[in-house]
């Protein structure tokens, strides 16, 4: 594990001691989440008006307004709340440091996610490969909302091995972790239908303590929502303002959900800047380890499919999904869980690589944790 995590994250310090563009690590959305944890600590509310600089129309688009005619936050307040400790301790780069440490957890558990399908070396590689070259560098000097809704994603899915069976602590944990995802970003209900797959069994014992812990979240922001908007499933993207000097308007991002299929599907693939093939191809040749996945450990196999092809499907239909300083932030769970195919790949590739060795060709030297004439990998932990 210690080298899946610390030879992206050498990539990541280096990164962030360069500066990375020389633009400010607080960029997009990230000074309003800054705002937010800074209003809850110092005025214990969520009236941003004194946290914002003037003038007002430089926020157009990024606040909201609630029912009392204040601005409060657009974007979800779990992240400003689980990273407040870091930001009262050491100011705004304390934001800086939640994100470092919010990778370095990313690839930890993807780590633990890749192993169970392929020995550990393979998935050392895998994950290192992923987290150095797709598009998570470009995310490294930031305060990224989506790298913490991936983390909580794949904590939830480390929770979930099938065969610890009736555990109702890691299915109450994981459970809040998925209602938090749910709550900060209502789209990843796509993460929801293939979930039961990775419960333990019996499901009539496992399952309600997994909606238990969702239920916790999902309560708070519904409450939350009718404090400040006037109703349990009106959210502040309901009621995004917008500012101009002639006056306010409001805008929800429902509407914003116009864009035709084909076009989102080419554009989130192709797109010179944006595109998966351009910025994260890594990811894309991930794929060709599916069947492998699918294989070795169906459960998390069809798990990964039907969660990544839902989150581009969704997305295609979004036409802002490029807001983005690099890359399609909003496919980074994709990105991250493309590291479990992979892992499948180059265990694959190792394993057929030793076989030809031992056949008379040039062979690979061993490697710790593969040994010579093992068998294939038994079933996983999901299969």
Known sequence: MLAAVGLPMLLYLSIVASGYDGGPYLRGDCPYYLATAQSLWSDHDLDLSNQ???PLSLHSGDVALDVHSRLVPKHPIWMPLVSMPLVVLLGAPGALVFNLMSLGLLLALLFELARRSAEPWPAMIAVSLTGALSFLPHYAYNYSPDVFLTVLLTAALVLLPHDRGQSSGRHLAAGLLIGMLLTARPSFVVALPALPLLAGRPLRRTLPWAALGT????????????????????????????????????????????LPLIDGL?????????GLLPTSAISLISLLGLPLLLRRSWRMGVYVTATSLGLLLLFSKYRLWPASHHGNRFLMPLVALAALPLACLVDDVVRRLRRSGRSGGPGVPDMPGIEAGAAEPAQSQHG
């Open 52 to 54: 914002l600089p003037p």
């Open 215 to 258: 239920a916790g979240p999902v309560l708070v922001w519904m409450a939350l929502n009718t404090h400040l908007f006037g109703g349990p499933l009106v959210t502040s993207y309901d009621r995004i303002a917008e500012l101009t000097f002639q006056g306010m308007t409001l805008h929800s991002h429902r509407a914003d959900f116009t």
């Open 266 to 274: 080419k554009g989130q693939l192709l797109d010179p800047d944006k």
